[in-house]
């Protein structure tokens, strides 16, 4: 059978963007619908806009900071509407730089909506499109609670868009969202309220980071409530009441709900192709990104497996290396580096003490310190690093750190533990001084092992 196109991508994020240009750049006749926003959630409601908050956040802490080496600057009041004013502009600019890719690349953009009629046919705002190839890249959307008066919060995307700053902030969830925005609206000068399941912030990241994190976000005056739940939001006019499960209210201006993001599979008309998806309605692909239609793929957030931007965007490029290229580009999934922009900012790369130990005995290896500046601004403020060794090899299997430029230096860390970096070869490595990155070379004394007794059994 003749079809108009060779590959058709649904969604115009970082996954499918990549995946339609990489393609085209082979000679495939490709096409992309994209019915929202060009570059998907990271570029419109993720990671970029929310980066520059967190930014705009930081420069309040600088000036209040300054003091201590000299400068009075006076901190005055943010000016919200200028602000976001600014970052639209630069989210627009992003956002036009993608389809502009597409288009570069010789790619026919559709902005529409595109559902499935059959597993080779697409429907698009009434024209109907055939191609041999098509690929899901549409994402995730951010999940709402099923609570009494849940339609008194808001979610992540409506974050972006305030008219103005609420003074009181009641945040429920303790993952990446939650606690990057308790950074943010804190540091712009909300009074801000932290509730989470968890006893720790940041389920799944190593244990010392997590509690090094809520000691940190209680030091910058966070509220935090570990243990709890929203039971219940009322709302009192403008106002909000958020009820929690302890029996605690909570009076605030804005209920954010973080609690977690859901594959956007709605409305694709999966079934009429035969696409299977998990009971939590994620696309089920194989190593390859296939799904059980073997000429359909599934890239990006849509399958829920490594939620990240980078990772939606190496599957993109390697999807589109396998189908027209000379074969994929090489990635490496076993060591994926993430931060969350809280304050302080947060990295890891590879595994945590309790996984390693899991596995056999481990070396752990830690560096608290307050930094250099902080003994001047006399901000309570702590850097923690820590290393995760493997007993036998001596291979670092995990580096994890909280502190201001966390992101920056465990990127570098990333390429380490790659390549097979031992704590050896960190050792011999001369550090740059004075940083808080050398701290990671200059560790010599093992803090403990874990993992002996599952050994000994």
Not at 292 to 306: E, F, K, S
Not at 372 to 381: D, E, F, M, P, V
Not at 416 to 435: E, F, N, S
């Amino acid at each position: 059978m003749a079809y108009e196109f060779d590959l058709f991508v649904i969604g115009g994020g970082s996954a499918g963007v990549r995946c339609g240009r990489i393609a085209a750049g082979h000679g495939a006749r490709v096409a992309v619908a994209e019915e929202r926003f060009w570059g998907g959630i990271c570029v419109n409601v993720g990671c970029i806009p929310k980066k520059l908050m967190a930014q705009a956040a930081e420069y309040g802490a600088w000036a209040e900071d300054a003091r201590g080496f000299g400068w009075d600057i006076s901190k005055g009041p943010h000016d919200w509407a200028a602000f976001v004013g600014a970052k639209d502009r630069e989210i627009a600019r992003l956002s036009n730089v993608y389809r502009k890719v597409l288009e570069g690349a010789g790619a026919t953009i559709f902005e529409a909506h595109a559902s499935f009629i059959d597993p080779h046919t697409l429907e698009l705002g009434g024209r109907r499109v055939t191609a041999e190839r098509i690929v899901i890249a549409t994402g995730g959307h951010p999940e709402r609670p099923a609570l009494p008066g849940a339609e008194h919060g808001i979610v992540s995307d409506a974050a972006f868009y305030l008219p103005g700053l609420p003074e009181r902030v009641v945040i429920l969830g303790g993952g990446y969202i939650g606690a990057e925005f308790a950074g943010i609206f804190k540091g712009l000068g909300a009074e801000v309220h932290m509730v989470y399941r968890q006893p720790l912030p940041l389920r799944g990241f190593d244990e010392d980071l997590r509690a090094a994190l809520a000691e940190a976000m209680e030091a910058e005056g966070i509220r935090l409530h570990p243990s709890a739940i929203i039971a219940e939001v009322r709302a009192d006019g403008a106002s909000r009441v958020a009820l929690l499960s302890d029996g605690a209210e909570l009076q605030a201006d804005l209920v954010f709900f973080a609690i977690g993001r859901r594959p956007n599979v709605a409305g694709l008309g999966l079934e009429q192709a035969g696409v299977a998806l998990d009971p939590f309605g994620a696309v089920i692909v194989d190593a390859e990104m296939r799904t059980n239609q073997a000429h359909i793929h599934a890239i990006g957030d849509v399958t829920d497996r490594l939620n990240l931007t980078p990772v939606a965007t190496a599957e993109g490029h390697a999807l589109a290396d396998r189908l027209f290229g000379s074969g994929p580009r090489e990635w490496n999934f076993a060591n994926v580096p993430t931060a969350v922009f809280s304050a302080p900012p947060l990295a890891t790369v590879g595994l945590t003490e309790a996984v390693a130990a899991a596995r056999g005995p481990v070396e752990i290896y830690i560096a608290r310190f307050t930094p250099l500046r902080h003994h001047l601004t006399g901000r309570r403020r702590q850097t923690l690093m820590k290393l995760v060794v493997d007993q036998a090899s001596q291979r670092v299997l995990g580096a994890h750190m909280l502190g201001e430029e966390a992101p920056e230096i465990v990127q570098g860390l990333a390429v380490a533990l790659t390549c097979g970096a031992t704590k050896a070869d960190l050792d011999r490595t001369i550090g740059i001084h004075p940083t808080a990155a050398e701290e990671f070379v200059t560790m010599r004394t093992r803090t403990r092992l874990a993992g002996v007794a599952r050994a000994a059994e």
